[in-house]
């Protein structure tokens, strides 16, 4: 799972909140204020976000090289064990059962705690979008509250159908996240 998909699965859960809080009777139809963002354009434009993606990636692929290495060694133990099984004094052949075994279980260990349900690429990832995502909420929280808003929707979630492009927040919100970057404050 990547930053992006992460975040618009965040963004789709919080669209539905304030929705929800919406049609709890918050506000009359006269008196609604309201806004959208595009969160897709902001993850391809914050800086932050890219560089925490790219770091994702670079964790990604560290973890696909380590994999590959071990999936070779076990290759190789398989490949020596075949070639010179017949050879071999039981003794050695178990020896080297033994080692093939243990290569195999810790090229199995290895994928399961680097991609498994629970394993350091979930923890990784969902660490970096929790980081980035705190950061545009609070530009989002930030903009809507100048502008007097009630509800931000997030067009990219799909939950638009149609909306004035007026009420689009995305350039404030980037804008805002942006400025942060610049004057070394974090959100």
Not at 45 to 54: P, S, V
Not at 173 to 187: A, F, I, P
């Given at each position: 799972m990547n930053l992006r998909r992460f975040a618009r699965i965040w963004w789709k859960a919080?669209?539905?909140g304030a929705c929800a809080a919406f049609l709890a009777g918050r506000a009359r139809a006269a008196d609604l204020r309201i806004g959208y963002v595009?969160?897709?354009r902001i993850f391809q434009q914050y800086a932050t976000a890219q560089?925490?993606?790219k770091q994702f990636d670079r964790q990604v692929q560290g973890w696909r090289d380590e994999a590959a290495e071990k999936e070779k060694q076990v290759k190789q133990l398989k490949a020596e064990l075949q070639d010179q099984g017949p050879v071999l004094s039981s003794l050695k052949r178990q020896e080297k059962e033994e080692?093939?075994?243990r290569a195999i279980s810790d090229y199995e260990r290895f994928i399961q705690d680097t991609w498994g349900p629970k394993g350091r690429a979930v923890r990784e990832n969902e660490q970096a979008t929790n980081d980035v995502l705190t950061q545009i909420r609070a530009a989002v929280e930030k903009v809507a509250a100048?502008?007097?808003l009630l509800l931000v929707l997030d067009s990219a979630s799909g939950f638009i159908v149609y909306a004035d492009r007026?009420?689009?927040l995305t350039t404030d919100v980037l804008t805002e996240l942006n400025t942060g970057l610049k004057t070394g404050t974090t959100h």
């Amino acid at each position: 799972m990547n930053l992006r998909r992460f975040a618009r699965i965040w963004w789709k859960a919080l669209a539905l909140g304030a929705c929800a809080a919406f049609l709890a009777g918050r506000a009359r139809a006269a008196d609604l204020r309201i806004g959208y963002v595009d969160s897709a354009r902001i993850f391809q434009q914050y800086a932050t976000a890219q560089e925490a993606q790219k770091q994702f990636d670079r964790q990604v692929q560290g973890w696909r090289d380590e994999a590959a290495e071990k999936e070779k060694q076990v290759k190789q133990l398989k490949a020596e064990l075949q070639d010179q099984g017949p050879v071999l004094s039981s003794l050695k052949r178990q020896e080297k059962e033994e080692n093939l075994q243990r290569a195999i279980s810790d090229y199995e260990r290895f994928i399961q705690d680097t991609w498994g349900p629970k394993g350091r690429a979930v923890r990784e990832n969902e660490q970096a979008t929790n980081d980035v995502l705190t950061q545009i909420r609070a530009a989002v929280e930030k903009v809507a509250a100048s502008k007097g808003l009630l509800l931000v929707l997030d067009s990219a979630s799909g939950f638009i159908v149609y909306a004035d492009r007026s009420l689009d927040l995305t350039t404030d919100v980037l804008t805002e996240l942006n400025t942060g970057l610049k004057t070394g404050t974090t959100h």
